[in-house]
């Protein structure tokens, strides 16, 4: 066998390892669980607290917020929220600014995912925090943002970063828009509220919810790349959601494992279509600068 045969023969045996060995993987990602495999037992829905089985976020994905809806700025402006929408997508999240621990982690976790972010508030996004306690005021408001802003340096974030205090009647407008659900709960004298940030299009269409208190910075920069329908983010963020998709019971992306497949299929076609090429070339190449043998008849002499 020919050097550049065998070369050929080790490429195409390494090109279908790489390809076949996505299957296994794949399958152990979203296979079904082990024999033998139960569920922890949930806690019994009545010894819930009533507060708690009254909270969470419905999904409206798709839907439209009310962007007419008045709220005041850190300032003590009236704004509407629409002035915060119209170039750019936006993250949206909600939490009072007296919550003595959950909004606090949630407000946190965005901060730290926004940090790692390449991307800029003010910049690439908004974001827009709005109290749903109508107690809060614009003097709380700006001193939240202020302690955001030194734990978000960037030179945008001033004119990115909004928090918002509204009456009860625009909470609740914006609050039944967005399916986020809360109650106040008598008993410990506070509002019990799920945690979570949502992405909405630039036009105030809910597209994304991330769930919890700790957000993924890929899955919150591919939110704002569908949200903006590729206007923000690289080619390779583009290239990157052919891979993954939103699970919206998650709140996560995930791997497209037939997308990843026909990917890597079609990734080793061309690299095998390439070396051929190659090959090919450098072969002729060889075969034209060879040297050519002259055939003379050798002289004979006559003595």
């Given amino acids: 066998m020919t050097p550049n045969a065998s070369s050929f023969v080790s490429f195409v045996s390494f090109a279908s390892f790489v390809l076949s060995s996505f299957v296994p993987v794949f399958a152990q990602m979203t296979g079904a669980p082990a024999p033998g495999y139960r569920p922890a037992a949930g806690q019994p829905a009545a010894a819930v607290p009533a507060p708690l089985r009254e909270i969470g976020f419905d999904q409206n994905i798709g839907a439209t917020v009310p962007l007419d809806v008045p709220f005041r700025d850190e300032a003590g402006n009236t704004v509407r929220l629409g002035s915060y929408f119209g170039d750019r997508p936006v993250v949206m999240a909600f939490a009072y600014y007296e919550c003595p621990m959950l909004c606090t982690l949630a407000i946190n976790g965005l901060a730290s995912a926004l940090n790692i972010l390449s991307l800029d508030a003010g910049r690439d996004f908004e974001v827009v925090i709005v109290s749903f306690d109508p107690r809060d005021t614009p003097a ?54 799920p945690a979570g940030v949502m992405v909405l299009t630039p036009e105030g269409r809910l597209a994304r919810y991330l769930f919890g208190i700790e957000y993924g910075p890929r899955d919150l920069r591919f939110a704002l790349v569908e949200a903006s329908a590729g206007k923000v983010g690289s080619r390779v963020d583009s290239l990157l959601l052919y891979c993954y998709h939103y699970d919206p019971t998650t709140g996560r992306y995930g791997i497209a494992i037939m997308r990843t497949i026909r990917l890597a299929g079609v990734a080793t076609i061309l690299a095998l279509a390439s070396f051929i090429v190659i090959m090919l070339r450098r072969e002729g190449r060889t075969s034209h600068l060879a040297p050519r043998t002259s055939h003379v008849a050798p002289r004979t002499s006559h003595h």
């Fill in 140 to 193: 709380a408001a700006s001193a939240k943002k202020a302690a955001y802003l030194s734990r978000y340096k960037r030179a945008t974030a001033e004119a990115g970063w909004h928090f918002l205090t509204g009456d009860r009647e625009s909470i609740d407008r914006i609050a039944t828009a967005a399916g986020f659900r809360y109650a106040w709960d008598a008993d410990t004298k506070q509002w019990a509220h």
